[in-house]
């Protein structure tokens, strides 16, 4: 969550480094691990609440909850529902939480083996049906196999059933986060359910690591292999971003278990904690921050009248430190900001729990 708030709020779009960025389309970047270990983490978490066994209608009014949020950033400030971006971040989290949950479910009496067999199972339907989709399966006037932005099958879906008009604003031809992605999405979601399953299984805490990182170094393998026919794409969530990316989280989920579980290394949590406590409102609050300080003008001194966020830039920052820097301490202190609202809601035991 901290990585998201650093990475959606530069101080200048035009100064930032690198591992901070998007691959351009296929390919991936540090930035492109953080949204999918979210939907990977939240089907682990799955399996550690006890609401996941609890009615359908639970799991389907804390989904319509996360999606209304989403929809609540979409709309803010200008509320104009006549271009309002219908699927986004939250959307797509809400749709993914909402199939693990209801997975799990189903499947909450059966053994721990046949929990996480049948997760994977289903990960990997979705993985090769989606694969099979974009490759084989022609839009109107258009070739199978076209993996291109405006192009593919879920872009044409996206234009056909959402329409242009609540599409990603920055192309309105195409939604990263559109209806046919979330698919390989809810895969994702899907795998953080089994290794949430083998984590709270019987097994030992060295065989538990153990098997988060056989099982994570095999999907990572995987993955880099089956890029070099149907690439690491994040703008797609193609299938061999799923693995790629889902492998990477299994291992650093080993990774932690490890160090702040088996050998207690939990002197510095503290700051995680109290934002993970309250992440959705983290997201929310990020989003509204930036949002109400770029729809707010003040005068730019000689020139035209700039956005509160651009002119704090500029006055706070740009002047104390080259620019890449500036921008970083920018979004740093986006995320401090928030930090001190969450600080104070966790030292008065106040959680959103949707």
């Given at each position: 969550m901290?990585?998201?708030?650093?990475?959606?709020?530069?101080?200048?779009?035009?100064?930032?480094?690198?591992?901070?960025?998007?691959?351009?389309?296929n390919?991936?970047?540090?930035?492109?691990?953080?949204?999918?270990?979210?939907v990977?983490?939240?089907?682990v978490?799955?399996?550690?609440?006890?609401r996941?066994?609890?009615?359908?209608t639970?799991?389907?009014?804390?989904?319509a909850?996360?999606?209304?949020?989403?929809?609540?950033?979409?709309?803010?400030?200008?509320?104009?529902?006549t271009?309002?971006?219908?699927m986004?971040v939250?959307?797509?989290?809400a749709?993914?939480?909402l199939?693990a949950?209801?997975?799990?479910?189903?499947?909450?009496?059966?053994?721990?083996?046949?929990?996480?067999?049948a997760a994977?199972?289903?990960?990997?339907?979705?993985?090769l049906g989606?694969?099979?989709?974009?490759?084989?399966?022609?839009?109107?006037?258009?070739?199978?196999?076209?993996?291109?932005?405006?192009?593919?099958?879920?872009?044409?879906?996206?234009?056909?059933?959402?329409?242009?008009?609540?599409?990603w604003?920055?192309?309105?031809?195409?939604?990263?986060?559109?209806?046919?992605?979330?698919?390989?999405?809810?895969?994702?979601?899907?795998?953080?359910?089994?290794?949430?399953?083998?984590?709270?299984?019987?097994?030992?805490?060295?065989?538990?690591?153990?098997?988060l990182?056989?099982?994570?170094?095999?999907?990572?393998?995987?993955g880099?292999?089956?890029?070099?026919?149907?690439?690491?794409?994040?703008?797609?969530?193609?299938?061999?971003?799923?693995?790629?990316?889902?492998?990477?989280?299994?291992?650093?989920?080993?990774?932690?278990?490890?160090?702040?579980?088996?050998?207690?290394?939990?002197?510095?949590?503290?700051?995680?904690?109290?934002?993970?406590?309250?992440?959705?409102?983290?997201?929310?609050?990020?989003?509204?921050?930036?949002?109400?300080l770029?729809?707010?003008?003040?005068?730019?001194?000689?020139?035209?009248?700039?956005?509160?966020?651009?002119?704090?830039?500029v006055t706070?920052?740009?002047?104390?430190?080259?620019?890449?820097?500036?921008?970083?301490?920018?979004?740093?202190?986006?995320?401090?900001?928030?930090?001190?609202?969450?600080?104070?809601?966790?030292?008065?035991?106040?959680?959103?729990r949707?």
């Open positions: 901290a990585a998201m708030v650093i990475v959606n709020n530069p101080g200048d779009w035009g100064q930032v480094y690198a591992p901070l960025l998007h691959a351009e389309w390919g991936w970047m540090p930035t492109d691990l953080i949204f999918p270990f979210f990977f983490i939240v089907g978490s799955v399996t550690l609440s006890k996941s066994t609890q009615s359908t639970v799991i389907l009014r804390r989904a909850l996360i999606f209304a949020f989403g929809l609540l950033l979409a709309l803010y400030p200008r509320f104009d529902v271009t309002v971006r219908l986004g939250l959307q797509r989290l749709l993914c939480y199939a949950a209801l997975f799990y479910r189903t499947f909450s009496t059966a053994d721990e083996d046949d929990r996480w067999q994977i199972g289903t990960a990997v339907v979705l993985l989606y694969w099979a989709l974009l490759t084989f399966v022609p839009v109107p006037g258009g070739v199978a196999g076209d993996l291109t932005p405006a192009g593919n099958l879920g872009a044409w879906i996206d234009r056909t059933v959402i329409g242009k008009a609540h599409l604003r920055q192309s309105k031809t195409w939604d990263p986060e559109g209806l046919l992605g979330t698919l390989p999405a809810i895969a994702s979601a899907l795998s953080g359910v089994a290794a949430g399953v083998i984590l709270t299984g019987h097994r030992s805490q060295a065989q538990k690591v153990a098997w990182i056989a099982g994570g170094g095999v999907a990572v393998a995987m880099l292999v089956w890029d070099r026919s149907f690439p690491i794409n994040k703008g797609l969530w193609t299938s061999s971003y799923v693995l790629f990316t889902s492998g990477l989280a299994s291992i650093v989920l080993a990774a932690c278990v490890w160090l702040f579980d088996a050998r207690e290394r939990r002197a510095f949590l503290r700051p995680l904690v109290v934002l993970g406590t309250n992440a959705l409102v983290l997201f929310v609050a990020s989003g509204l921050l930036v949002k109400t770029s729809f707010f003008k003040v005068s730019g001194g000689a020139g035209p009248e700039v956005s509160v966020n651009r002119w704090l830039y706070w920052f740009q002047p104390f430190a080259d620019p890449k820097n500036a921008s970083l301490l920018f979004a740093l202190a986006n995320l401090a900001v928030v930090y001190l609202l969450l600080e104070f809601l966790y030292r008065k035991r106040w959680f959103l949707v």
